[in-house]
Nanobody
């Protein structure tokens, strides 16, 4: 089981920015598609942004123009830079990885086999 470790969550006021990161073992990082999901209690896990090994990116409509997913290949780390944050962005943010890294980026949770423990992001209005 791949070990994905998220970091960087916290509390921020609406309109602010935050970056969350996900470190993964190099043997996994080099062959997987990766994504960020978020979840609030009582709701289903929602795909936020995804990237494949080709660097093709997909965002959910709600975060387009505000969030940026990126990879630091030297550090085997996935980032999600979040700007213009809104209260509705609040949730537990999870990093995920899927085999077939050259496949299309996916925002569907069932695509992913490897998950981190999550990092909490709270945006106050």
């Amino acid at each position: 089981q791949a070990q994905l470790v998220e970091s960087g969550g916290g509390s921020v006021q609406g309109g602010g920015s935050l970056r969350v990161s996900c470190a993964s073992p190099g043997a996994i990082y080099s062959r997987v598609r990766m994504a960020w999901f978020r979840q609030v209690p009582g709701k289903e896990r929602e795909g936020v942004a995804a990237i494949n090994l080709r660097g093709i990116i997909k965002y959910t409509d709600d975060v387009k123009g505000r969030f940026t997913i990126s990879k630091d290949n030297a550090k085997n780390t996935l980032h999600l830079q979040m700007s213009s944050l809104k209260a509705e962005d609040t949730g537990m943010y999870y990093c995920a990885a899927a085999d077939l890294g050259w496949g299309p980026p996916s925002l569907t949770p069932l695509t992913y086999s490897y998950w981190g423990q999550g990092t909490q992001v709270t945006v106050s209005s």
